[in-house]
């Protein structure tokens, strides 16, 4: 069972750029495909970004170009670096195991993500 940690969000203007941490602890990270989602405000949970066990990755049209997905193995950790940000990337970003996240379980508290001037 892994068990995640999300960290590195904040208030950034358009434009600006902010880089998120997933941090795992339990057994199994490295062989788990992971993903970032976000969540705004009256919005349903969407994925934004995945990444598999071997670093291949896939992105969410609205994010492509913008956002990379990363990970760390040796550091159980997983990044989502965001450039180029706009106001409707505001929202609350998790991430979770893509099976976990498919049955809807295991979620974190999230990091609030809000790009406004």
């Known amino acids: 069972q892994v068990q995640l940690v999300e960290s590195g969000g904040g208030l950034v203007q358009p434009g600006g750029s902010l880089r998120l941490s997933c941090a795992a602890s339990?057994?199994?990270?490295?062989?788990?495909?992971m993903g970032w989602y976000r969540q705004a405000p009256g919005k349903e949970r969407e994925r934004v970004a995945f990444?598999?066990?071997?670093?291949?990755?896939n992105y969410a049209d609205s994010v492509k170009g913008r956002f990379t997905v990363s990970r760390d193995n040796p550091k159980n950790t997983m990044y989502l670096q965001m450039n180029s940000l706009k106001p409707e990337d505001t929202a609350v970003y998790y991430c979770?195991?893509?099976?976990?996240?498919?049955?809807?379980?295991?979620w974190g508290q999230g990091t609030q993500v809000t790009v406004s001037s």
């Open positions: 339990g057994s199994g990270f490295r062989f788990n495909t």
């Open positions: 990444i598999t066990s071997n670093g291949l990755t």
């Open positions: 979770n195991t893509l099976l976990n996240a498919d049955q809807n379980r295991s």
